[in-house]
Protein backbone atom coordinates (compact mmCIF):
# COMPACT_ATOMS: atom_id res chain seq x y z
CA UNK A 1 0.00 0.00 0.00
CA UNK A 2 1.47 3.09 -1.13
CA UNK A 3 2.38 5.90 1.55
CA UNK A 4 0.60 9.37 1.28
CA UNK A 5 3.82 11.10 1.38
CA UNK A 6 5.44 11.23 -2.28
CA UNK A 7 9.41 12.41 -3.00
CA UNK A 8 11.07 13.77 -5.62
CA UNK A 9 14.21 11.36 -5.51
CA UNK A 10 17.50 12.61 -7.02
CA UNK A 11 20.26 9.76 -6.67
CA UNK A 12 23.75 9.32 -6.46
CA UNK A 13 24.51 7.91 -10.45
CA UNK A 14 28.01 6.20 -8.81
CA UNK A 15 27.15 2.60 -9.58
CA UNK A 16 30.87 1.95 -9.48
CA UNK A 17 30.75 1.81 -6.00
CA UNK A 18 29.04 -0.37 -3.81
CA UNK A 19 27.79 3.32 -1.59
CA UNK A 20 26.05 4.27 -5.15
CA UNK A 21 24.26 1.02 -5.68
CA UNK A 22 22.70 1.38 -2.40
CA UNK A 23 21.47 4.59 -3.10
CA UNK A 24 19.74 3.80 -6.27
CA UNK A 25 18.85 0.72 -4.06
CA UNK A 26 17.14 3.48 -1.83
CA UNK A 27 15.73 5.64 -4.72
CA UNK A 28 13.90 2.27 -6.23
CA UNK A 29 12.42 1.43 -2.99
CA UNK A 30 11.50 5.21 -2.39
CA UNK A 31 9.30 5.19 -5.39
CA UNK A 32 8.09 1.51 -5.16
CA UNK A 33 6.89 2.39 -1.74
CA UNK A 34 5.61 5.80 -1.82
CA UNK A 35 4.73 6.27 -5.72
CA UNK A 36 7.59 8.60 -5.92
CA UNK A 37 9.24 9.62 -8.85
CA UNK A 38 12.73 9.26 -9.86
CA UNK A 39 15.46 11.82 -11.59
CA UNK A 40 17.63 10.30 -13.71
CA UNK A 41 20.99 12.48 -12.74
CA UNK A 42 22.74 11.73 -16.20
CA UNK A 43 19.45 13.07 -18.22
CA UNK A 44 19.06 15.66 -16.10
CA UNK A 45 22.53 17.55 -17.08
CA UNK A 46 21.35 17.40 -20.91
CA UNK A 47 17.30 17.65 -21.02
CA UNK A 48 16.17 19.23 -17.64
CA UNK A 49 12.37 20.58 -18.28
CA UNK A 50 10.47 17.55 -17.03
CA UNK A 51 12.65 16.55 -13.90
CA UNK A 52 12.68 20.35 -13.07
CA UNK A 53 8.89 20.63 -12.98
CA UNK A 54 9.00 17.13 -11.10
CA UNK A 55 11.22 18.40 -8.56
CA UNK A 56 8.63 21.35 -7.80
CA UNK A 57 5.90 18.89 -7.54
CA UNK A 58 6.81 16.75 -4.34
CA UNK A 59 9.25 17.63 -2.08
CA UNK A 60 13.08 15.96 -2.65
CA UNK A 61 14.69 13.30 -1.33
CA UNK A 62 18.44 13.18 -2.08
CA UNK A 63 20.45 10.44 -2.08
CA UNK A 64 24.63 10.52 -1.74
CA UNK A 65 26.79 7.55 -2.14
CA UNK A 66 29.88 9.09 -1.12
CA UNK A 67 31.29 12.16 0.10
CA UNK A 68 31.71 13.87 -2.76
CA UNK A 69 28.26 14.55 -2.91
CA UNK A 70 27.42 14.42 -6.59
CA UNK A 71 23.65 14.33 -6.30
CA UNK A 72 23.87 17.10 -3.86
CA UNK A 73 26.02 19.01 -6.17
CA UNK A 74 24.03 18.75 -9.09
CA UNK A 75 20.67 19.77 -6.71
CA UNK A 76 22.42 23.21 -5.89
CA UNK A 77 23.62 23.15 -9.68
CA UNK A 78 19.90 23.19 -10.83
CA UNK A 79 18.72 25.50 -7.82
CA UNK A 80 16.72 22.68 -6.55
CA UNK A 81 15.29 23.21 -3.14
CA UNK A 82 15.88 19.57 -0.79
CA UNK A 83 14.11 18.64 1.92
CA UNK A 84 15.83 15.44 2.94
CA UNK A 85 19.07 14.20 2.31
CA UNK A 86 20.61 10.40 2.43
CA UNK A 87 24.55 9.82 2.73
CA UNK A 88 24.94 6.49 2.21
CA UNK A 89 28.70 5.99 3.82
CA UNK A 90 27.70 8.18 6.95
CA UNK A 91 24.38 6.26 7.62
CA UNK A 92 26.56 2.83 6.95
CA UNK A 93 28.96 4.13 9.37
CA UNK A 94 25.68 5.15 11.94
CA UNK A 95 24.29 1.46 11.56
CA UNK A 96 27.89 -0.54 12.09
CA UNK A 97 28.05 -1.65 8.35
CA UNK A 98 31.13 -1.63 6.44
CA UNK A 99 30.01 -2.00 2.73
CA UNK A 100 32.43 -3.82 0.48
CA UNK A 101 33.68 -3.58 -2.89
CA UNK A 102 31.23 -6.25 -4.82
CA UNK A 103 28.77 -4.23 -6.60
CA UNK A 104 25.59 -6.52 -6.68
CA UNK A 105 24.83 -5.56 -3.58
CA UNK A 106 24.46 -8.65 -0.83
CA UNK A 107 21.65 -8.78 2.15
CA UNK A 108 23.90 -6.08 3.79
CA UNK A 109 23.80 -3.67 1.44
CA UNK A 110 19.83 -3.94 0.36
CA UNK A 111 19.05 -4.35 4.43
CA UNK A 112 20.77 -0.50 4.90
CA UNK A 113 18.55 0.60 2.13
CA UNK A 114 15.65 -0.95 3.34
CA UNK A 115 16.07 -0.13 6.68
CA UNK A 116 16.31 3.81 5.67
CA UNK A 117 13.54 3.87 3.66
CA UNK A 118 11.40 2.14 6.49
CA UNK A 119 12.43 4.44 8.77
CA UNK A 120 11.92 7.93 6.36
CA UNK A 121 8.59 6.84 5.47
CA UNK A 122 7.51 5.87 9.40
CA UNK A 123 8.73 9.29 10.13
CA UNK A 124 6.52 10.83 7.17
CA UNK A 125 3.38 8.85 8.26
CA UNK A 126 4.03 9.82 11.97
CA UNK A 127 3.99 13.49 10.53
CA UNK A 128 0.75 12.78 9.26
CA UNK A 129 -1.07 10.87 11.31
CA UNK A 130 0.04 12.38 14.62
CA UNK A 131 -0.84 15.48 16.38
CA UNK A 132 1.20 18.32 16.42
CA UNK A 133 4.00 18.69 18.87
CA UNK A 134 4.03 21.93 20.42
CA UNK A 135 7.69 23.21 20.58
CA UNK A 136 9.37 25.34 23.55
CA UNK A 137 10.56 28.54 22.83
CA UNK A 138 12.59 30.77 25.38
CA UNK A 139 11.75 33.79 26.35
CA UNK A 140 12.92 36.91 25.09
CA UNK A 141 17.15 36.45 24.64
CA UNK A 142 19.57 38.70 26.06
CA UNK A 143 22.90 39.01 25.04
CA UNK A 144 26.35 39.20 26.57
CA UNK A 145 29.03 40.46 23.43
CA UNK A 146 32.21 39.63 22.89
CA UNK A 147 34.08 42.07 20.25
CA UNK A 148 37.13 41.24 18.04
CA UNK A 149 38.21 43.60 15.41
CA UNK A 150 34.82 43.54 13.40
CA UNK A 151 33.71 40.76 14.81
CA UNK A 152 30.67 40.28 17.39
CA UNK A 153 29.62 37.32 18.92
CA UNK A 154 26.45 36.50 20.92
CA UNK A 155 26.08 34.45 23.95
CA UNK A 156 22.51 33.99 25.84
CA UNK A 157 23.03 35.44 29.63
CA UNK A 158 20.33 33.21 31.09
CA UNK A 159 18.65 29.54 30.45
CA UNK A 160 21.16 28.01 28.20
CA UNK A 161 23.72 25.63 28.50
CA UNK A 162 26.69 24.58 26.31
CA UNK A 163 29.73 22.82 25.37
CA UNK A 164 32.63 22.87 24.72
CA UNK A 165 32.22 22.25 20.92
CA UNK A 166 29.86 25.15 20.81
CA UNK A 167 26.60 23.35 21.31
CA UNK A 168 23.61 24.75 23.59
CA UNK A 169 20.64 23.43 25.10
CA UNK A 170 17.76 25.22 26.53
CA UNK A 171 15.91 23.42 29.09
CA UNK A 172 12.36 23.44 29.65
CA UNK A 173 10.54 21.09 32.12
CA UNK A 174 11.50 17.36 30.33
CA UNK A 175 11.93 18.63 26.91
CA UNK A 176 15.85 20.12 25.09
CA UNK A 177 15.82 22.64 22.17
CA UNK A 178 19.13 22.31 20.70
CA UNK A 179 21.24 24.20 18.68
CA UNK A 180 24.79 25.91 17.21
CA UNK A 181 26.39 28.95 18.95
CA UNK A 182 26.94 32.36 17.14
CA UNK A 183 30.68 31.80 17.57
CA UNK A 184 30.46 28.40 15.66
CA UNK A 185 28.03 29.51 12.49
CA UNK A 186 30.37 32.45 12.10
CA UNK A 187 33.19 30.04 11.87
CA UNK A 188 31.15 27.99 9.59
CA UNK A 189 30.13 30.68 7.23
CA UNK A 190 27.02 30.64 5.04
CA UNK A 191 25.08 27.33 6.15
CA UNK A 192 24.08 25.94 2.72
CA UNK A 193 21.39 22.78 4.59
CA UNK A 194 21.11 20.71 7.53
CA UNK A 195 20.25 17.44 8.25
CA UNK A 196 18.45 16.58 11.32
CA UNK A 197 17.84 12.92 12.64
CA UNK A 198 14.02 11.67 12.51
CA UNK A 199 11.79 12.33 14.77
CA UNK A 200 12.00 9.26 17.31
CA UNK A 201 15.34 8.72 17.06
CA UNK A 202 17.34 8.07 20.69
CA UNK A 203 20.27 9.87 20.88
CA UNK A 204 23.14 9.70 23.64
CA UNK A 205 24.96 12.85 24.96
CA UNK A 206 27.99 13.55 22.73
CA UNK A 207 26.27 11.23 19.77
CA UNK A 208 25.75 12.24 16.70
CA UNK A 209 22.68 14.84 16.08
CA UNK A 210 22.21 15.10 11.66
CA UNK A 211 24.89 17.30 10.21
CA UNK A 212 24.90 21.02 9.16
CA UNK A 213 26.42 22.03 5.61
CA UNK A 214 28.12 25.29 5.14
CA UNK A 215 30.70 26.79 2.67
CA UNK A 216 33.57 26.22 4.88
CA UNK A 217 32.80 22.81 6.34
CA UNK A 218 30.82 20.11 7.17
CA UNK A 219 29.37 19.55 10.86
CA UNK A 220 28.69 16.67 12.51
CA UNK A 221 26.36 18.46 15.65
CA UNK A 222 27.29 16.60 18.58
CA UNK A 223 24.50 16.23 21.59
CA UNK A 224 24.60 18.26 24.62
CA UNK A 225 21.95 15.91 26.04
CA UNK A 226 20.33 11.91 26.08
CA UNK A 227 16.93 11.44 25.02
CA UNK A 228 14.11 11.14 22.08
CA UNK A 229 13.88 13.45 19.21
CA UNK A 230 10.33 14.61 19.41
CA UNK A 231 10.46 17.97 16.95
CA UNK A 232 12.74 19.35 14.13
CA UNK A 233 12.57 22.66 12.79
CA UNK A 234 11.27 22.28 9.69
CA UNK A 235 11.90 25.48 8.52
CA UNK A 236 15.74 24.74 8.11
CA UNK A 237 14.78 22.71 5.20
CA UNK A 238 13.82 25.25 2.98
CA UNK A 239 15.80 28.40 4.82
CA UNK A 240 18.79 27.17 6.52
CA UNK A 241 20.17 30.46 6.81
CA UNK A 242 18.43 30.71 9.72
CA UNK A 243 21.32 29.45 11.86
CA UNK A 244 23.19 31.93 10.45
CA UNK A 245 20.69 34.72 11.50
CA UNK A 246 19.59 33.61 14.49
CA UNK A 247 21.22 30.71 15.91
CA UNK A 248 19.30 30.81 19.48
CA UNK A 249 15.71 31.32 18.24
CA UNK A 250 14.69 30.75 14.76
CA UNK A 251 17.61 28.63 14.00
CA UNK A 252 17.57 25.72 16.82
CA UNK A 253 17.94 22.29 14.70
CA UNK A 254 15.80 19.85 17.42
CA UNK A 255 13.97 19.07 20.40
CA UNK A 256 14.62 15.99 22.43
CA UNK A 257 12.25 14.69 25.39
CA UNK A 258 15.46 14.72 27.60
CA UNK A 259 16.35 10.91 29.25
CA UNK A 260 18.10 12.04 32.44
CA UNK A 261 19.17 15.91 32.55
CA UNK A 262 20.85 16.10 35.94
CA UNK A 263 23.61 13.06 34.96
CA UNK A 264 24.29 15.39 31.42
CA UNK A 265 24.28 18.82 32.86
CA UNK A 266 27.56 17.23 34.51
CA UNK A 267 29.39 17.83 31.03
CA UNK A 268 27.61 21.07 30.69
CA UNK A 269 28.52 24.72 30.96
CA UNK A 270 26.58 28.09 31.86
CA UNK A 271 27.24 30.97 30.45
CA UNK A 272 30.10 32.05 33.08
CA UNK A 273 32.14 28.58 32.28
CA UNK A 274 31.72 28.98 28.63
CA UNK A 275 32.11 32.29 28.05
CA UNK A 276 36.21 31.88 28.68
CA UNK A 277 35.97 29.34 26.15
CA UNK A 278 34.70 31.45 23.38
CA UNK A 279 36.69 34.36 24.08
CA UNK A 280 39.71 31.88 23.82
CA UNK A 281 38.48 30.53 20.50
CA UNK A 282 37.59 33.51 18.91
CA UNK A 283 40.90 34.66 19.54
CA UNK A 284 42.60 31.93 18.45
CA UNK A 285 40.42 32.20 15.42
CA UNK A 286 41.46 35.50 14.85
CA UNK A 287 45.16 35.39 14.75
CA UNK A 288 46.96 35.83 11.34
Same mark, same amino acid.
Given at each position: ???????????????????????? +???????????????????????????????????????????????????? +????????????????????????????????????????????????????????? +??????????????????????????????????????????????????????????????????????????????????????????????????????????????????? +????????????????????????????????????????
Amino acid at each position: MKQSQQYTVLPCNGLDKAAGCVAR +EVALEVAEQSGSEIICPVLYRVSDTRYTRLAGEHPLLVVDGCPTRCASKLAA +EKGLKVARKFLITEEAKNNGIVLGNDLRLDETGIGLARTLVAALLKADKAVVGSPRV +ETISPAQVEYDLYEKDKFIFRLPKTGFFFTENDCWVHVDGNRGRVGVTDFLQQSLSDVTFCTPPIVGAKIEQFGELGTIEASKAVFEIPSPVTGTVVAVNEALATTPELINQQPY +EKGWIVELELTDFEKDREFLLDVSAYFPILKRKVDEFHVK
